[in-house]
């Protein structure tokens, strides 16, 4: 048997305007693993690896060579199923987009190449609940956005903050809450963009919206954090944080210090499956409680990370909505119906892209 591993760049185009607080993107770069048996090339494995600029940890010059390096290994792997158990073992934890694309396209690959990386409920039609992402821009773009999700039956709705002028963010909040009432629940994410003597004074402000939580209020490494995750009226929930933590000791610290509500888990950037499995098991360890959420993925990504949410028992929405956001994505199975995501299989794959 001869194992081919290719990798294949693409670019995929958002159909807005996405803007952040760390800038605004008009595309998204992904490389994609493609694994097969040369004695039976129709048996595919697919994995999606999409660093994202300025955040992840793997975001550098000698990215590309890195994951030629590993398809050269994984050409010359006698046991594909040890090397999905351990793809850590030709991949550095440092590049856990590399890890992420590894580890699905190994597991498409020896489930018979049907896009099935764990054969749970959700492959078999269960929804997932997930929260509706509105992207920042003014008060009129926000509100159209919500006003949208509103209608497509969403009824937990995560806004990104911190791009816009403080005061303008409360005013939509608070006409968000005078036209739809506590019809939402309300997630922020402040991408880190709160300073820290004006982040407690900030965040009592926004209390009085009946906020859910929020998302990384301070820059990474803010020695105010385990303070401010004490103090806070709005549960805190951890997600840049996590970037930088890549052995199982340095993440039972960062969590018993700082004592989060919540972590929010992108297997893209946080270890991929064998990653997000450990902060999973420490965060409950600790009683800290977590979701899982998508980082821009085409949809093999979104796919592969729907599965593997799959693989627990959760009862808040997750952050997976992300698939209809690129004019061009590979067109999938993947359905957003009533607030949640489902694997629809009236459903086919579109792979001529790839």
Known sequence: MAIVCTIRKRIFHFNFHARTSRGAMDTKTSWFFTIWNDDNPEVMGYGECGPLPGLSIDDVPEYERILHHVAAAVRVTEDLNALAANPDSI????????????????????????????????????????????????????????????????????????????????????????RFGDAFEIRLDANGSFGDGVALGRLKVLSQFNIHSIEQPLRVGSPLLPELCSDSPIPIALDEELIHHMELNERRQLLEISRPSYIILKPSLHGGFQGCREWI????????????????????????????????????????????????????????INGSILHDATKTWDLSTL
């Open 91 to 178: 991949v550095p934890r440092s590049f856990p987009s590399i890890l992420f694309g590894l580890e699905t396209s190994l597991y498409d690959f020896l489930n018979g190449g049907r896009r099935v990386i764990f054969n749970n409920a959700f492959l078999k039609g269960d929804p997932i609940p997930i929260n509706g992402l509105i992207w920042m821009g003014d008060r009129d773009f926000m509100l159209h956005q919500i006003h949208e999700k509103a209608m497509q039956g969403f009824r937990c709705l995560k806004l990104k903050i911190g791009g816009i002028d403080f005061e303008e963010e409360c005013r939509i909040l608070e006409a968000m809450r005078k």
């Open 281 to 336: 098991s420490q965060a409950e360890a600790l009683g800290i409680n977590w979701w899982m959420t998508s980082a821009l993925e085409s949809s093999i990504g979104l796919n592969a990370v729907c599965q593997f949410t799959g693989e627990f028992k959760t009862y808040l929405p997750q952050g997976l909505g992300t698939g209809a956001i690129y004019a061009d994505n590979i067109g999938s199975p993947l359905t957003v």
